[in-house]
């Protein structure tokens, strides 16, 4: 089994950075052959791939958001990490952390997902 567990600020203000921590636990590793991804869900509203980390360190960010967002890991720490910039109050979503077999595949192969944590923006 796996586990993923996002984690940092529930309120941020307008213009400063995002920063989000998604902890990877059990049977996995970041640097196992999957690729990782950001995932966000705005309130009534769809999700939204903001991104993703590969097995080998390539990121891969949403044309949307390139600007804006900085996807890392800490493989000491089996950790993914997630930047975004500038945030507006079109930021405010859950934000999820997902495991996925290969780059470019629906949600519906997703394998893993953490459970998200809320992200308000917000002066």
């Known amino acids: 089994q796996v586990q993923l567990q996002e984690s940092g600020p529930g309120l941020v203000k307008p213009s400063q950075t995002l920063s989000l921590t998604c902890t990877v636990s059990?049977?996995?590793?970041?640097?196992?052959?999957?690729?990782w991804s950001w995932i966000r869900q705005p309130p009534g509203k769809g999700l939204e791939w903001m991104g993703a980390?590969?097995?080998?360190?390539?990121?891969y960010v949403s044309p949307t958001l390139k600007s804006r967002t900085a996807i890392s890991r800490d493989t000491s720490k089996n950790q993914l990490i997630l930047q975004l910039s500038n945030v507006t109050p079109e930021d405010t979503a859950v934000y999820y952390c997902?495991?996925?077999?290969?780059?470019?595949?629906?949600?519906?192969?997703?394998?893993?997902w953490g459970q998200g944590t809320q992200v308000t923006v917000s002066s």
């Open positions: 997902a495991r996925v077999p290969d780059y470019g595949l629906g949600y519906e192969a997703y394998e893993y």
């Open positions: 059990g049977d996995s590793s970041t640097t196992n052959y999957y690729y």
């Open positions: 980390i590969a097995f080998g360190g390539n990121t």
